[in-house]
């Protein structure tokens, strides 16, 4: 079910604001980005990384890394956390855009799934609005 305008916590607000920039920036010299992950603990932020001792893997296999690393370092703790890809998403008319893919979770095991398309116009990376992603 898609929902209207999206209101998180500040320290989710923080996370989201602070991985779009870092992505429009690495989308200004490149085609894609690697998913990756940041936490909220006690006003800090920190980014989360894979094992870099495995052997190459697959952009799912790679989020799914990140997932048990999020779990691994939020478990009994009052953090807050994001893991943010590469998606694709249909429109109405069955043309498909580009998008990135935002999992939000929050202390009280809320989490929830954003996604900001977005386009490119000349040197310019432009993020729409995004589209908040609840099941029911």
């Known amino acids: 079910m898609i929902e209207g305008p999206v209101t998180l916590p500040t ?11 870092l992505c429009e920036l690495i989308l200004l010299n490149n085609q894609a980005f ?12 920190g980014c989360l990384f894979t094992d870099e001792n495995e052997e190459r ?3 799912s296999q790679l989020i799914e890394q990140l997932q048990w690393r999020i779990i691994d370092t939020t478990t009994d703790s009052n953090s807050y956390s994001i893991l943010v890809y590469a998606a694709t998403v249909q429109t109405r008319k069955n043309k498909s855009m580009d998008a990135i893919a935002i999992n939000t979770a929050s202390p009280n095991d809320e989490e929830g799934l954003l996604l900001y398309p ?9 993020i729409s609005p995004p589209i908040s992603t609840k099941s029911e």
């Not at 320290?11 to 920039?21: F, G």
């Open 11 to 21: 320290p989710l607000t923080i996370l989201v604001s602070r991985a779009l920039n």
């Open 34 to 45: 690697y998913p990756f992950a940041a936490i909220y603990e006690n006003g800090k932020v």
């Open 57 to 59: 893997t697959n952009e």
């Open 118 to 126: 977005y386009y490119r116009v000349g040197e310019k990376i432009v």
